[in-house]
């Protein structure tokens, strides 16, 4: 199964509870959801959208992963994470 556009999504406990650990923002995951610059399933019906974005003062390139079980009515966020190693996951 390929990974769909996503417009209508929810966000886990879990999700949440990440995104406030690793200060990534609300807006942050909708902009990697929405228009991701790559998306890839990670197993059946799990995928995982990926985008960088900048982050912090001086400014850093970080590499936002978005998980997301896709079987399900509507797409859950399972967790989020940013990582400086973009090379590692960037396909």
């Known amino acids: 199964m390929l990974c769909p556009d996503l417009q209508n999504y929810v966000l886990t406990d879990h999700a949440c509870w990440e995104m406030q650990?690793?200060?990534i923002s609300q807006a942050r995951v909708a902009i990697?959801?929405?228009?991701p610059e790559q998306r890839?399933?990670?197993r059946p019906g799990r995928?995982?959208?990926q985008s960088r974005l900048t982050f912090g003062e001086p400014p850093k390139v970080y590499l936002v992963r978005v998980f997301v079980d896709i079987d399900r009515n509507p797409p859950e966020v399972v967790t989020v994470c940013r990582t400086s190693k973009v090379q590692r996951y960037w396909r």
Not at 32 to 35: D, G, M, S
Request: net charge neutral; aromatic share 8%; proline share 0%.
């Open 21 to 23: 650990r690793r200060s």
């Open 32 to 35: 990697v959801l929405t228009a």
């Open 40 to 42: 890839e399933e990670i």
């Open 47 to 49: 995928c995982v959208y």
